[in-house]
């Protein structure tokens, strides 16, 4: 999906309709609703950047609820051209021993980091803190998903998007970061600075250093094909150095 140019205020103000048209049907259903990326860490970029909203069930919760969320998650999205989840967890689900297809690890790192609650029971503090060793299961078991259900991901690699690309040299960094310093930053206007400061010395920094300002102009270099194509190898050899740094095996190359 082509993002529309939504500024921030326009984005809370989807955020707050949404809170609006899911509370009015289903108040007695949500224990909370969460916010979590850019914009609840007030770096936004309009054309750019997801909505990442999380709306939290009480356990149990019939399934015609959650049905009626996601509809109401999609309709909002095609209403403004702007992902918007959908993202529905029930409460239990945040909690061990968890769900490696709920994403929920990696979640509860960004909401302990950044996550705000906008409507509801303030559950982040008292959220669990997944361990280590935590994350690089729940990473084995989505790179092994990846491997089984999108292997076109790894053949097709020249066919990706400079969005694409950017966001794969950005996740990357991540893992790094949090793999080899403990650092959890998840901010792609933030990361390159955090990585200068705690990596300075990794081989691909320009690769870094040119996906951060990529981002930053993107509009500006959106149609350029040969940028795209130079970013797609360095995309590729991004990944392919953490994958092995990381020790997660030759077989999630990209070739």
């Not at 969320?69 to 999609?74: E, F, M």
């Amino acid at each position: 999906m082509e993002h529309k140019m939504i500024d921030m205020k326009k984005a809370w103000n989807i955020v707050y309709e949404f809170i609006a048209e899911c509370t009015e049907p289903y108040a007695e259903h949500i224990v909370c609703i969460l916010l979590t990326g850019s914009l609840a860490r007030g770096s936004y970029q309009p054309g750019l950047s997801d909505i990442d909203v999380i709306t939290v069930l009480c356990d149990d919760t019939p399934e015609y609820v959650t049905g009626g969320i996601s509809t109401l998650y999609d309709r909002i999205s095609n209403k403004y051209s702007i992902q918007f989840g959908p993202i529905i967890r029930q409460h239990r689900d945040f909690y061990r021993p968890w769900d490696n297809e709920l994403d929920i690890q990696p979640e509860l790192l960004r909401l302990k980091a950044f996550g705000k609650t906008l409507y509801g029971e303030d559950i982040i503090p008292s959220l669990p803190n997944p361990i280590k060793q935590e994350i690089w299961e729940h990473d084995l078991y989505f790179k092994n998903w990846i491997r089984e259900y999108e292997p076109q991901w790894f053949t097709n690699w020249r066919d990706w998007s400079l969005k694409a690309c950017l966001k794969m040299i950005f996740g990357q960094a991540t893992s790094y970061l949090y793999y080899k310093a403990d650092v959890v930053e998840y901010s792609k206007h933030a990361i390159l600075e955090t990585f200068l400061r705690y990596c300075p010395d990794f081989p691909h920094i320009q690769s870094l250093k040119k996906a951060s300002y990529l981002w930053q102009h993107y509009f500006e270099f959106a149609g350029d094909e040969g940028l795209r194509k130079e970013m797609t190898e360095k995309a590729r050899e991004f990944e392919n150095y953490v994958v092995l740094t990381l020790g997660f095996g030759e077989k999630y190359l990209i070739r």
